[in-house]
């Protein structure tokens, strides 16, 4: 079935630094959507991309999907200790979403 | 306006025994999902309905049933517990293919 790679697991910055998260497909995706989940919390709709090269920011927040739509990446500006979470995308196919692993995401002070 | 809620928020089994999480919705929306998550392993969808007296099976159905009697509500149900069940179970509510939301979620640990 479907599956969406999503790269790194793990990403301890300094406050301050930049962080960018990745969401890989073997095959073309119809859409994406990305969530984020604060520790102890629920999933938290971002956005959603569906055109093909779309690009879209929200504040410090930058996302991008492919060329081919295979592919699509969330980048933070300067990241701040609000930012800690964990960040998904996912795949709307159909009825349901299909989510990737997540990118966990530390700040230093 | 209370959005998705769940209940209970946390639950102790025994191997073997059953109970029944709840998730309401005041949205109206038409779609309503029911997730588990494990460590490291993301959201995996249970079952999925698409409307009232509908259900479907999503990636890992085994071991849970669903029924969705009113549109509001979506129950998820374990007949008979298991360990491998210990999780966070979410519940999220859409439109026709738009956002989820997201309920707080159910943590159950089963022993």
């Known amino acids: 079935g479907q599956q969406v790679m999503q790269i790194p697991q793990y990403q301890h910055v300094q406050e301050g630094e930049d962080f960018t998260t990745y969401c890989n497909s073997s095959t073309t995706l119809s859409n994406i959507q990305w969530y984020k989940q604060r520790p102890g919390g629920h999933p938290v709709f971002l956005i959603q991309l569906v055109k093909s090269g779309e690009v879209k920011k929200q504040k410090r927040l930058t996302f991008q999907f492919g060329e081919a739509k295979k592919n699509s990446s969330l980048h933070i500006t300067a990241t701040q200790t609000t930012d800690v979470g964990t960040y998904f995308c996912a795949e709307g196919s159909s009825y349901k979403l299909i989510f990737g692993s997540g990118t966990r995401l530390l700040v230093r002070p | 306006n209370a959005g998705v809620t769940q209940t209970p928020k946390f639950r102790v089994l025994k191997t073997g025994q059953s109970m029944t999480l709840l998730c309401a919705q005041d949205m109206n929306h038409e779609y309503m999902y029911w997730y588990r998550q494990d460590p490291g392993m993301g959201l995996r969808l249970i079952h999925y309905?698409?409307?009232?007296?509908?259900?479907a099976k999503g990636e890992v159905p085994d071991g849970y049933n669903v029924s969705r009697l009113k549109k509001q509500n979506f129950l998820l149900g374990l007949e008979s517990a298991a360990p491998s069940q210990t999780s966070v179970y979410f519940c999220?509510?859409?439109?026709?293919?738009?956002?989820?939301?997201f309920g707080p979620g159910t943590r159950l640990l089963v022993l």
């Open positions: 999220a509510s859409s439109w026709v293919q738009e956002t989820q939301y």
């Open positions: 309905s698409v409307g009232e007296g509908t259900t």
